[in-house]
Structures are given as structure tokens and as C-alpha cells.
Antibody, heavy 116, light 107 residues
């Protein structure tokens, strides 16, 4: 069955960077795009963008260009979200998600807290 | 971008009640519509995909219907574990967009 397992919670200071991982299993990793979704505290969901797992080309949604970086290691079926120069407003839960056979699968989420 | 709206934004209901939540897309999305449930501090739990297909392991009290722009999620008999926030989400094309959520709480 499709599973997305994300790395654990992170506590970072402003200006630091973070790299969240999302390990996929149960399907052919390179056949389906990987999406990233953000949920700020007490807020709804924002789709951050997606990365083509075939050619590794990322697409960023409005509001997520410039500081967010999607990457892949296809040898271990893992997607990454990197956020350099963290700001307090980056505090949120970050989810990876994939659509396989018309079904939307979520990772369990990674809480990133940015605080001095 | 496709805008998703939900109604109501919140509702109070009793155990055993039948509950219906509506989701509307700003343009046609065929059946590329998912519903999920979220409880405080937890990851979203997928309930319905392709507008009306029940995710594996989800009880049959949950059902979805609709196509195009108008969709509904129905809970046939509300149980204590169903008090949560419910979201719809379209995945017809990028950018994927989400409804603002419907909070279901105890009357």
C-alpha cells in the first residue's frame, strides 16, 4: 500500500535552514509527482507546489517561490523540502502528498517551529 | 486557480444525526475531489477520493457524491469520534486547492 513517511519535528532559530524528508513506498516513485502542502497553526491548507519525479523539475505555487526548494533522491524514493533562512512565519506543519490511481495520499506531517 | 468553497463553515450536531457538508468548485473539476477529516494536532485522514469512492478502511457511514462543480459529504449517523473538521480538496490540476473546512462539533 502507498505510504509516505516524513522526518520528525524540527525546532530551529530564525535564519537557520531545515530539510524535511518524505520517503515513499508501495508504488513506483518516479511515476507520480510529489506535492508539498503547508498548514500554519490554526489555519487551513496551502498547496506549495510539486516536483516531477521523472525529470526532477520543481514547480512552486505563488507565495512559495524563491525560498523553498524541492528536491529528490530517486535511488531511495525520497523527496525533500528545504527551507533556508527560516522566519518565524514559516512555523507550520509541512506535508508531502501524492496522487496515485486518483487517490490522494498524505504523509504524517512534519512540524517545523521557528523560534529564537 | 480553482477556488473551493464549503458550507456550512461550522455546524453543531448530536450523536446519531445525519450530517451533510457541501463543497463547490469555481469551475468544473469532473470527479477529482477528495474529502478528508482532521482532528486537532493530527494529520489529515483521507475519507473519500474521486468524489464518491470510499478510502480503504473508512467506515461506510461516510459517503460522497457529485461531479463537475457541486459535491457533498454525508455522514449517515454521527458518532463521537466523528467530531472534527472536514475539508474538500480538488486535484483536477495544479495548483491543487482546498476548501476552508467545516467544523463539526457536539450540540
Amino acid at each position: 500500500q502507498v505510504q509516505l513517511v516524513q522526518s520528525g519535528s524540527e525546532l530551529k532559530k530564525p535564519g537557520a535552514s531545515v530539510k524535511v524528508s518524505c520517503k515513499a513506498s508501495g508504488y513506483t516513485f518516479t511515476n507520480y509527482a510529489m506535492n508539498w502542502v503547508r498548514q500554519a497553526p490554526g489555519q487551513g491548507f496551502e498547496w506549495m507546489g510539486w516536483i516531477n519525479t521523472n525529470n526532477k523539475n520543481p514547480t512552486y505555487a505563488q507565495g512559495f517561490t524563491g525560498r523553498f526548494v524541492f528536491s529528490l533522491d530517486t535511488s531511495v524514493s525520497t523527496a525533500y523540502l528545504q527551507i533556508p533562512s527560516l522566519k518565524p512565519e514559516d512555523t507550520a506543519v509541512y506535508y508531502c502528498a501524492v496522487v496515485v490511481a486518483a487517490t490522494f495520499y498524505w504523509g504524517q506531517g512534519t512540524l517545523v517551529t521557528v523560534s529564537s | 486557480d480553482i477556488q473551493m468553497t464549503q458550507s456550512p463553515s461550522s455546524l453543531s450536531a448530536s450523536v446519531g444525526d445525519r450530517v451533510t457538508i457541501t463543497c463547490r468548485a469555481s469551475q468544473g473539476i469532473s470527479n477529482y475531489l477528495a474529502w478528508f477529516q482532521q482532528k486537532p494536532g493530527k494529520a489529515p485522514k483521507s475519507l473519500i477520493y474521486a468524489a464518491s469512492s470510499l478510502q480503504s478502511g473508512v467506515p461506510s457511514k461516510f459517503s460522497g457524491s457529485g461531479s463537475g462543480t457541486d459535491f457533498t459529504l454525508t455522514i449517515s449517523s454521527l458518532q463521537p469520534e466523528d467530531f472534527a473538521t472536514y475539508y474538500c480538496q480538488q486535484y483536477s490540476g495544479h495548483p491543487f486547492t482546498f476548501g476552508p473546512g467545516t467544523k463539526v462539533d457536539i450540540k
